[in-house]
């Protein structure tokens, strides 16, 4: 089979000067290709790389591909860009790995994703969506539950999280979330900061989905109001643990598994997902966000580590999502 890869690089993507110092950790590097293209290649595929943006869009009508292997994140700030290659792909016919365009569209989105899967009973934090100053000044924040979290609307890879992102008063909400809305010129959602433990669930397959692992985010050195920050990701090596499969107890991580579970096919993903959950105490798990798009560095990938701890390799991950695209398609695997 002939396999397309679709991609976004860092080196290939010329940020706005204007832009935050953190508008480029969404793309990928050089790294994951090879990975990715090696995988494909020992499978006795075909290969071609495809890349992003513009280039993509030439390389696509000049090159037969049977099937992309889509990981593109898109450009720009806009809710819907990681539905770009998809978008593509759809209009000309191309089966490809992945969720769909409508899908990538409303995940990306996090105060509507959040609006939908609370709507089917996921325990999600209280939230508030702040668009304009205007708005933000309106709002009394001395009501708001403390401490609160504020994030970009529409960004992904911890992009706009930082330590500074846990708000314990209405000061510093008027200071951090004036400058999210400034830096990266989209809404910015507030939310109600779950104290408990931070975990990540990774998701495969279609008809019968199934759980990669739970993995619990465990920080090397105590701190109060944990988050899995920017900082905290970039430094991973140093500032926190992995635990997978997390030793939160048969009956939570059974909690953990049916919520994933319930949000992937509520979202209508396809292939593979990752989902990040809070878990309170009492084993409550509250949805933070989903993404259809995970990232499969081979070293610093989230869903790349958690299958690692349980036993799979980078080929065997690769594998089962490129045998689960292949399958939903009708191909022979």
């Known amino acids: 089979m002939r396999i397309g890869l679709t991609y976004d690089l860092k080196a290939d993507v010329k940020p706005d000067c204007t832009c935050s110092d953190d508008a480029l950790e969404e793309y990928d590097s050089l790294e994951t290709i090879e990975a990715l293209e090696s995988v494909c290649k020992s499978n006795g595929h075909d290969v071609v790389r495809l890349g992003g943006g513009r280039a993509f869009l030439e390389k696509v009508l000049r090159e037969r591909v049977d099937l992309v292997f889509n990981i593109a994140e898109g450009r720009g700030t806009y809710r819907s860009r990681e539905a770009q290659v998809p978008s593509v792909l759809e209009m000309l016919n191309i089966p490809y790995c992945g969720s769909d365009p409508q899908c990538l569209a409303v995940s990306l989105d996090k105060p509507l994703t959040k609006s939908i899967l609370a709507s089917c009973g996921i325990a999600t934090p209280e939230w508030k969506v702040v668009s304009t100053v205007v708005e933000l000044e309106a709002i009394n924040w001395h009501d708001f539950p403390y401490p609160a979290f504020v994030?970009?609307?529409?960004?992904?890879s911890s992009k706009g999280i930082r330590f500074a992102s846990v708000i314990e008063n209405a000061d510093q909400m008027l200071c951090v979330v004036g400058n999210v809305l400034a830096d990266y010129k989209q809404p910015v959602i507030v939310e109600?900061?779950?104290t408990g433990e931070e975990v990540?669930?990774?998701v495969l397959g279609n008809e019968n989905p199934s759980i990669i692992g739970i993995m619990?985010?465990?920080?090397r050195k105590k701190k109060d109001h944990f988050i899995y920050s920017l900082e905290v990701k970039r430094d991973w090596e140093n500032m926190v643990e992995y635990e997978c499969p997390a030793k939160l107890g048969d009956a939570t991580n059974k909690r953990i598994s049916e919520a994933a579970l319930k949000v992937f096919n509520i979202l209508g993903c396809r292939d593979f997902s990752r989902v990040d959950f809070r878990v309170k105490q009492d084993g409550t798990p509250y949805f933070l966000e989903i993404n259809p798009l995970p990232g499969l560095n081979p070293k610093s990938g989230d869903i790349v580590i958690m299958s690692g701890k349980m036993g799979w390799t980078y080929k065997s991950l690769v594998s089962a999502i490129l045998a689960a695209a292949m399958k939903r398609y009708g191909f022979a695997s």
């Open 192 to 194: 109600e900061f779950i």
């Open 151 to 156: 994030k970009p609307a529409y960004e992904g």
């Open 200 to 202: 990540t669930v990774g």
């Open 216 to 219: 619990r985010v465990l920080p």
